[in-house]
C-alpha cells in the first residue's frame, strides 16, 4: 500500500457499482445476468432498454430482479436503439426517474449468419444499424447527460472476438465488421470523452453458452468453436460480470479506458 493514503483513499479502491446504470438489450441472455451482477455488487438503479417483443418474454426474468433486489430502481423501456429519437426520449426518462446515469452497457446486438455473396442490401444494413450505429447513438445521448452532470462515467460496448478474428465456420461478415467498428469506436469515444471523466471501454466475449449460439443447427459448429478455444468450453453468462463491474467501477477501474477486454476462454490467440 503506498505511503499517505487516507482510509477513504483506501476504501475508494473496492470494486462496487453504487450507481445507476442503463443496460441497452438489458432483457438479452447476457444483458439480464449483467444486470443481475450490477445488482449484486450494489447498483441502486438500471434501466433496461429493450424492444418490446424481449421485454415481454423476459417479464418473469425481469420479475426475479424485482424481487431479488427490492431497494433497487429497476425500469423497463421500450426503445429501438436504431432510433435516436426513441433514444434521446428514454435516456431523458431514464435520467428523471433514476436521477443520474453513471453507467451505460451496449447488450443490444443482432448476428446475421449468411454468406456475404447471398446477403442482401438490407440485412448487412440492419446488422450494422443496431450494432455499430445503436451503440453510438446510445453513447452519445447518454454522455450529454453525463457532460451536462459533470460527474462523468463509464460506457461499456460489447463487441466480440468476431471483431478481430474471422469466426469459423459461420459466415457472418456484416456481424464481424459491426463489432469491429464497435472496437475502434470505444478508442475514438474515449479519446474523445476523457476530458469529461467518461471512460468508454469494450467487453469482447467469445463463445457464451446462450440462445445465440443454440440450437440443433449448430451441434457441429460448436464442436469446432470448442476446438479453437483453448479453455475448451463456452463462457457461462455470469463469467462477463467481474469485467463489467471493474470496468463500471468508479474506484476500481478508474485509470481503464480505451480499452477491450477479451473474455474468450483464449478464442482469440489462434
Ligand atoms: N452470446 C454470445 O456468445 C456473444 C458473444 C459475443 C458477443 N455477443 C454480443 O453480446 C450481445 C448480447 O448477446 P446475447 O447472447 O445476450 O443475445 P440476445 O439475443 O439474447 O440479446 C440481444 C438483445 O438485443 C436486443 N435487441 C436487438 N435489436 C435491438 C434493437 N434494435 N433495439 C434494442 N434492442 C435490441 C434483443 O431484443 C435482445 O434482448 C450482442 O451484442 C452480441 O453480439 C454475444
Ligand atoms: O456466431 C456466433 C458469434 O456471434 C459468437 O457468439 C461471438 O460473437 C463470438 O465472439
Same mark, same amino acid.
Given at each position: 500500500m503506498p505511503e499517505g493514503l487516507s482510509a477513504t483513499q483506501r476504501a475508494s479502491r473496492r470494486f462496487s457499482v453504487d450507481q445507476n446504470a442503463i443496460v441497452t438489450g438489458g432483457?438479452?441472455?447476457?444483458? #439480464?445476468e449483467a444486470i443481475r451482477g450490477l445488482l449484486e455488487h450494489g447498483a441502486t438503479g438500471i434501466a433496461i432498454f429493450d424492444l418490446l417483443q424481449t421485454l415481454t418474454s423476459a417479464r418473469s426474468e425481469i420479475q426475479s430482479l424485482h424481487t431479488d433486489f427490492p431497494q433497487a430502481n429497476i425500469i423497463t423501456l421500450e426503445v429501438d436503439v436504431t432510433d435516436d429519437k426513441a433514444?434521446?426520449?428514454?435516456?431523458?426518462?431514464?435520467?428523471?426517474?433514476?436521477?443520474?446515469?453513471?453507467?451505460? #452497457?451496449?447488450?443490444?446486438?443482432?448476428?446475421a449468419t449468411t454468406h456475404a455473396l447471398e446477403m442482401s442490401p438490407a440485412e448487412w444494413r440492419r446488422v450494422l444499424e443496431i450494432n455499430t450505429t445503436g451503440s453510438f447513438l446510445c453513447a452519445q445521448a447518454v454522455a450529454k447527460h453525463?457532460?451536462?452532470?459533470?460527474?462523468?462515467? @463509464? +460506457?461499456?460496448?460489447?463487441? @466480440? +472476438?468476431?471483431?478481430?478474428?474471422t $469466426?469459423? %465456420?459461420?459466415?457472418? +461478415?456484416?456481424?464481424?465488421?459491426?463489432?469491429?467498428? +464497435?472496437?475502434?469506436?470505444?478508442?475514438? $469515444?474515449?479519446?474523445?470523452w476523457a476530458r469529461y471523466g467518461i471512460r468508454v471501454?469494450?467487453? @469482447?466475449?467469445?463463445?457464451?453458452?446462450?440462445? #445465440?449460439?443454440?440450437?440443433?443447427? #449448430?451441434?457441429?459448429?460448436?464442436?469446432?468453436?470448442?476446438?479453437?478455444?483453448?479453455?475448451?468450453?463456452?463462457?457461462? %453468462?455470469?463469467? $462477463?460480470v467481474g469485467t463489467i463491474i471493474l470496468l463500471c467501477s468508479r474506484y476500481?477501474?478508474?485509470?481503464?479506458?480505451?480499452?477491450?477486454?477479451?473474455?474468450d476462454g483464449g478464442l482469440n490467440v489462434f
Open positions: 432483457a438479452g441472455n447476457l444483458g #439480464l433514444v434521446e426520449k428514454a435516456v431523458e426518462e431514464t435520467k428523471s426517474k433514476l436521477g443520474s446515469i453513471n453507467a451505460l #452497457l451496449c447488450f443490444a446486438g443482432v448476428v453525463m457532460i451536462a452532470s459533470e460527474q462523468g462515467g @463509464s +460506457v461499456v460496448f460489447i463487441a @466480440s +472476438v468476431a471483431g478481430q478474428i $469466426l469459423f %465456420p459461420q459466415p457472418q +461478415v456484416a456481424y464481424n465488421v459491426s463489432k469491429a467498428g +464497435v472496437l475502434h469506436m470505444t478508442k475514438c $469515444l474515449a479519446a474523445e471501454n469494450s467487453i @469482447s466475449p467469445g463463445y457464451m453458452d446462450t440462445i #445465440l449460439n443454440s440450437g440443433d443447427g #449448430l451441434a457441429a459448429a460448436r464442436k469446432m468453436w470448442l476446438e479453437r478455444t483453448p479453455l475448451g468450453r463456452m463462457g457461462a %453468462p455470469d463469467e $462477463l476500481a477501474g478508474r485509470y481503464i479506458t480505451g480499452e477491450n477486454v477479451n473474455v
